[in-house]
């Protein structure tokens, strides 16, 4: 199984709204990552997680923060977005962050921010 | 700095066509992972195949396979007999010692009825 589920496929949400994108898997992969993606443009590293560590790009905003409560589930909440934040949100995980492994996506959320 | 380049930014071909995607990549790196992904209009991202560095033997998932030239940075990917689900969106990627994945900026793929 190879297998990386998120939820919810589609979300709608006002620049005031507080929301959350969840993300799992079940392959016991050590890492985690979300991923933005603006239309026909190859995704962007927001945040890997791996062995209880986060990784931040550090272009990403604050109105973004991930939180992994365990190690199949990484949530990622958001706060005060902008219309601008509205893209496709990845998320991915492999086996070991320390090498170099094959990352494995779900199938994303679509996120509009209005 | 690494890089991965994807020249071709659309491509069409009739169906049953075979048709060769190109990618070519710099680092300083010996030993690396080179990955083709698809993202169809659902946008999910799929895995299509991957290479490990170290491996001469090109890399072959049933219609697809790849042709990758150590020496010259360059991994391309042919897709044979060619059919109308394999129309989307293909990136080239590259994965470096830090883990993190380095897109191309992809290659629209349309195969033609």
């Known amino acids: ?114 | 700095a690494q890089t991965v380049t994807q020249s071709q930014p659309e491509m069409s071909v009739q169906e049953a066509e075979t048709v060769t995607l190109s990618c070519t990549y710099d680092t300083s790196e010996n030993n690396y992972y080179l990955f083709w992904y698809k993202q169809p209009p659902s946008r999910q991202m799929i895995l299509v195949i991957r290479q490990e560095a170290y491996k001469q033997q090109n890399a072959t998932e049933n219609r697809f396979s790849v042709n990758f030239q150590k020496a010259a940075k360059s991994f391309s990917l042919k897709i044979s007999d060619s059919q109308l689900g394999d129309t989307a969106m293909y990136f080239c990627a590259f994965i470096n010692r830090d883990d993190k994945i380095i897109f191309g900026k992809g290659t629209r793929l349309h195969i033609l009825p």
């Open chain 1, 1 to 114: 199984d190879t297998e990386v589920t998120q939820t919810p496929k589609h979300l709608v949400m006002g620049m005031t709204n507080k929301k959350s994108l969840k993300c799992e898997q079940h392959m016991g992969h050590r890492a985690m990552y979300w991923y933005k993606q603006k239309a026909k443009k190859p995704p962007e590293l927001m945040f890997v997680y791996s062995y209880e560590k986060l990784s931040i790009n550090e272009s990403v905003p604050s109105r973004f923060s991930p939180e992994c409560p365990n190690s199949s589930l990484l949530n990622l909440h958001l706060h005060a977005l902008q219309p601008e934040d509205s893209a496709l949100y990845l998320c991915a995980s492999s086996q070991d962050p320390f090498l170099e492994d094959t990352q494995y996506f779900g199938p994303g959320t679509r996120l509009t921010v209005l």
